[in-house]
């Protein structure tokens, strides 16, 4: 069965605190991907991966990195938390063919607060 | 969402049918996904349409018109347990989802 699997679903950070949320799937999955999701504005791309090592800026990429090491897991750093950062954030993941053709699998969530 | 537009709540009666548009940016598409999200849940791939027409799956259909920018999901035979929001998203240079519709069901 398919799976896509983020470390923690809450959290709870302090302002200028370093966050790292974790996703992994387990589809050998090229592509990866982190959004956001926040009432009445949907889910917004913050990044993607299409290969180990590669990343691409989606639509709002500032205050936001990440990290692709290894094909199955794709990492978000928050640099320096802050409480506009507070959201529900979700990876998904996707198969070969180029990064829109491809049926998204979402993970559960995590739903980080800045304090 | 950017560029997407979809009403931001709808409500309808266990058993009706119930249509859910959705209109985009024409410009760089490569497709149109539709999404169902349960509150507190992940979201789930209902369909993806690429060529025009109405592509029917059990009692979920989607419809697209190219020319139009405009799409649609129809839910027929409503169930309580299809009270979700449904996103809509535009697979252009990458997919970018509307705000979605909350979908409630009354008995």
């Known amino acids: 069965d398919v799976k896509v699997t983020q470390s923690s679903r809450y959290l709870v950070k302090r302002t200028g605190e370093k966050v790292f949320l974790e996703c992994v799937q387990d589809m050998d999955h090229e592509n990866m991907f982190w959004y956001r999701q926040d009432p009445g504005l949907g889910l917004r791309l913050i990044y993607f991966s299409y290969d180990v090592k590669m990343k691409e800026k989606g639509d709002i990429p500032e205050g936001y990195s990440v990290s692709r090491e290894k094909k199955e897991r794709f990492s978000l750093i928050l640099e320096s938390a802050s409480t506009n950062q507070t959201s529900m954030y979700l990876c998904?993941?996707?198969?070969?063919?180029?990064?829109?053709?491809?049926?998204?699998?979402f993970g559960p969530g995590t739903r980080l607060t800045v304090l | 969402g950017q560029n997407i537009d979809q009403p931001t709540e709808m409500t309808a009666t266990e058993g009706a049918i119930v249509q859910i548009n959705c209109t985009y940016q024409t410009s760089g598409f490569n497709g149109l996904f539709w999404y169902q999200q349960h509150a507190g849940e992940a979201p789930t791939f209902l369909s993806y349409n690429v060529l025009d027409g109405l592509e029917e799956k059990g009692r979920f259909s989607s419809f697209l018109s190219r020319s139009k920018g405009y799409s649609y999901l129809l839910l027929k035979e409503l169930q309580m347990k299809d009270s979700a929001s449904y996103l809509c998203?535009?697979?252009?240079?990458?997919?970018?989802f509307g705000g979605g519709t909350r979908l409630m069901v009354k008995p």
């Open positions: 998904a993941s996707s198969g070969p063919g180029t990064l829109s053709y491809n049926e998204q699998f």
């Open positions: 998203g535009n697979a252009g240079n990458m997919l970018t």
